[in-house]
């Protein structure tokens, strides 16, 4: 009876340690091909263009008016930073964390303490790449937890505004449309890099994003002093919030879908086997 098991088993079975090793093998075969190369392709694609602008990286480039105008103002903080051994991860982490904070305010109405943390986490977030230009320490590490906190970030204040106006069921399709021109601005350029085409040019981008939803909270506290006092009507109290997460929505989803068209015409115009060689998922693991 033991010889016919072994005769049976020997020569079909695999060692357990063989077995475990070809599952794995297959297991990770298909998170390849189904999910994770697609998440490779997104943050190649926001890695490489921290590092080919001169926000994080040192390159030379030419950033848009209002991040420029921001880099002049803020570099000589930068170089105080620098030297006194601040580090552009430091700064990166200090906003994300000044935005979780801000976002619990917000979630409580507490637009006055609010507002300051966002406009000082806003300002971490374009000081954070001068401070690596300054002190040469760009990487693609640092560029990953730069365009990783900027998600963390802009997500962590709509949520609070979410919860905020949860009451509303308009207000809280505001904030989602909101998060959807956020998403789908970022995914744009990303699709555009793994395909290997320029980034097109378009409104609305994070850091436009940034001043105008820290315009409209910063406003609040104001809207509600003057309801308050009786020069405004009640229904205008969070008149300034509606109106930035409007620009926002509004104009950031035409400008997705323009850059998503631009996208397309660009895609169409390349041969079959430059397109394939762009959007292949050995590339996006390579690249990253």
């Known amino acids: 009876m033991d010889r016919r098991l072994r005769r049976t088993a020997g020569p079909t079975a695999l060692p357990s340690g063989r077995l475990a090793a070809a599952g794995l093998r297959a297991l990770s075969n298909y998170l390849s091909m189904a999910s ?6 997104w943050w190649r694609g926001a890695i490489d263009r921290r590092l080919a602008s001169p926000a994080r990286s040192g390159a030379p480039g030419r950033p848009e008016p209002a991040r420029a105008l921001a880099n002049r103002a803020l570099a000589p903080l930068a170089r105080a930073l620098v030297a006194a051994g601040v580090t552009a991860n430091a700064v990166t982490a200090l906003a994300l964390l000044l935005s979780g904070v801000a976002a619990f305010l917000l979630a409580m109405g507490r637009f006055d303490v609010a507002a300051p943390l966002i406009i000082l986490a806003s300002v971490g977030d374009a000081l954070d790449g001068i401070v690596a230009r300054t002190s040469g320490s760009a990487s693609r590490a640092g560029a ?28 809280l399709l505001l904030v989602l449309d909101a998060v959807l021109a956020s998403f789908m601005v970022s995914y744009g350029s990303a699709k555009a890099e793994a395909f290997g085409v320029r980034v097109p040019d378009g409104s609305m981008r994070r850091f436009e994003r940034a001043l105008c939803l820290c315009g409209g909270i910063a406003l609040m506290p104001g809207a509600a002093s003057l309801v308050r006092a009786g020069v405004l009507g009640p229904w205008l109290i969070e008149a300034p919030l509606l109106v930035a997460l409007s620009v926002v929505a509004v104009v950031g989803n035409a400008s997705a879908v323009r850059r998503l068209r631009a996208i397309a015409a660009s895609v169409s115009s390349m041969p079959a086997e430059a397109f394939a ?8 693991k390579g690249s990253l």
């Not at 994770?36 to 392709?41: C, G, H, Q, Y």
Request: no cysteine.
């Open 36 to 41: 994770v190369e697609p998440s490779l392709s």
């Open 144 to 171: 990953l937890f730069d365009a990783a906190a900027d998600r963390y970030q802009e997500l962590a204040i709509l949520s609070g505004l979410a919860v905020h106006l949860h009451a509303s069921v308009p207000a």
């Open 277 to 284: 060689r762009e959007s292949s998922p050995s590339k996006a």
